[in-house]
């Protein structure tokens, strides 16, 4: 067995991180970890890589109630049936013992964790299997009753909760893994299982999942699927209509698709699944999935560096590609508005000096000593141009978690500095943060914070606003300008959120008519009745 070759850190760096603090580099790397909180600052111990628990249970007990989406909004109730005793019957008998009514359990599903938008559904289902999905829209489907499938409510555009009285059908039950297979990797499990619970146990057998969420121990595997969840591990591993093999699917009137093949070929036919890979719950209910996951990497490294513009993001992220190509996993960065956000809400440290820009890399291999080489070698470069002016590294997994916080983070803080404005966009990297600056300028004092971060490696602009309250003005200050401004530079107006019912109306800035009328068809084809998830990611007919 060969003995482990451990990262071989230029002691010139280790320096430079420790100067600031008047300490060596061997003591600021036995105590870097003790220094910077990770999940839960001072309140408690680092878990495993810090997670925004985004859910219905997040929100503090206190917390004002949220107005009623068909009040906050212009949005008229289509004419569906209402659901009446009978129906409540002929529910109990398909799913016996899980047809909720209780007002008090409804409250939390009927509210998106952001606490923007708010349902009225009166009643939510818990199937556990696929036939028990298909029984209950065939039922709804017979009696024109609008479905909203749930999964674990993560969303960011309110696409999974119900818009007026809509049936909640959850997938919480739905958590059982069907397969693995340790030698191709391929996972096969149903919709309703939690993305980190998958995240064991593929890595208890030598594997990873192939996206990485700051929610993945709160959302499930189908809403993922469903949204086209992007995430942390976009740049190395791909999309999701890449790395799923085969779906489950449950269709409006009760016909189950079985497409869960676990093949990475097959030729025949249209590729059907990606009909509902991204369709947000709208053309079909996902009950099971089939995707492949890459093998664990053994060394892992995580290096946050400070940058004095963005320019020099950039110039670090072009010469970050070229040097470490094969091994680079994430490039993330994050503006110093959302360091300060993070450090005031949530008490966590910089661990590098004070700068306009920071960003977070990270590199995954098979070969410690191999990956300490070129990572070396890549920092000395953008240390000794000019591009970074401070730098942190970490290779043990504490270290790394806490790193990873100060960026996954990010969302809770803005959620406790007000309302926030949300915008997930897909730029040119040469504007990517450009229209943060124009906005700052533009609304002035009406906003508390104008911020943004995101994934560089893949073109997205996590850009937010916050302010004391929601304001009627200021959204109209936002929106259209936002996403005009997107479409002059071919962007699109979701690179990962979905559109849901907050973007819906927008989708023309990013498809063209023809498209438009296309996917109406579609809809119109698979669910004529219009009773799945109804109000979300089409534009509202005028």
């Known amino acids: 067995m060969m003995p482990r070759v451990a990262p071989r850190w230029p002691a010139w760096l280790l320096w430079r991180v420790a100067c600031a603090q008047g300490v060596s580099a061997q003591q600021r790397t036995r105590e870097a970890a003790s220094r910077l909180p990770g999940l839960g600052g001072p309140r408690g111990a680092v878990g495993a890589r810090p997670l925004v628990r985004r859910g219905s249970s997040w929100a503090p007990s206190r917390a004002p109630e949220v107005m009623l989406t068909r009040e906050r909004y212009p949005v008229r109730r289509l004419p569906f049936s209402v659901v009446s ?149 976009f740049l190395r591993y791909g999309s999701l209509r890449g790395t799923v093999l085969g779906l489950e699917v449950v269709l409006a009137d009760g016909t189950v698709l079985n497409g869960l093949t676990t093949l990475r070929k097959d030729n025949t036919g249209y590729d059907l699944k990606q009909l509902f890979i991204g369709s947000e719950g709208t053309l079909g209910v996902i009950t099971a999935v089939s995707i492949l996951c890459p093998p664990k990497p053994s060394a892992v490294s995580v290096a946050f560096l400070g940058c004095p513009g963005f320019a020099e993001v950039l110039q670090t992220f072009r010469t970050c590609r070229a040097m470490l190509g094969e091994i680079l996993s994430a490039f993330e960065f994050m503006d110093a508005a959302c360091m300060e956000l993070v450090r005031h809400h949530l008490r966590l440290a910089c661990p590098v000096q004070e700068s306009p820009f920071y960003v977070l890399i990270e590199t995954s291999g098979s070969a410690a000593g191999h990956d300490a080489e070129k990572l070396s070698g890549f920092l000395e470069q953008v240390l000794g141009s000019g591009l970074v002016t401070d730098g942190t590294l970490a290779t043990d997994q504490r270290r790394i ?87 002059r530079q071919r962007g699109s107006v979701s690179a990962e959120h979905g559109l849901g019912f907050k973007k819906k109306d927008v989708l023309g800035y990013s498809k063209p008519p023809a498209a438009v009328r296309l996917m109406r068809q579609l809809k119109a084809l698979l669910d004529p009745k219009g009773i799945l998830n109804p109000y979300k990611t089409l534009p509202a007919r005028t």
């Open 85 to 233: 005793e009978d129906d409540l019957a002929a529910l109990e008998r398909i799913v016996p013992g899980r047809v909720i009514t209780d007002p008090q359990e409804l409250e939390a599903p009927n509210v998106d964790w952001l606490r923007t938008v708010r349902g009225s559904s009166k009643v939510l289902l818990r199937p556990r299997t696929c036939q028990e999905v298909a029984h209950i829209l065939r039922y709804c489907h017979e009696r024109n009753l609008a479905v909203s499938p749930q999964g674990g409510n993560t969303g960011m555009v309110g696409g999974s909760t119900p818009v007026f009285d809509e049936i909640i059908v959850s997938t919480a039950l739905m958590n059982q893994v069907i397969s693995f297979h340790d030698v191709s990797g391929v996972l096969v499990c149903q919709a309703g299982c939690v993305l980190e619970e998958l995240s064991r146990h593929v890595e208890a057998r030598g594997f990873v999942m192939p996206l990485d969420l700051g929610a993945k121990g709160s959302c499930h595997i189908g809403g993922n699927v469903a949204t086209n969840a992007g995430g942390l591990r």
């Open 401 to 487: 978690q806490t790193l990873w916080a100060l960026r996954e983070r990010i969302t809770e803080a803005l959620s406790r500095d007000g309302y926030v404005y949300k915008y997930d966009l897909s730029l040119p990297l040469d504007r990517l943060y450009d229209l943060v600056s124009d906005l700052r300028t533009r609304l002035g004092p009406r906003a508390r914070h104008v911020v943004g971060y995101g994934h560089l490696g893949d073109g997205n602009l996590h850009l937010n606003v916050t302010a004391e309250a929601f304001s009627a003005s200021l959204l109209g200050a936002l929106e259209p300008y936002v996403y005009e401004w997107t479409a």
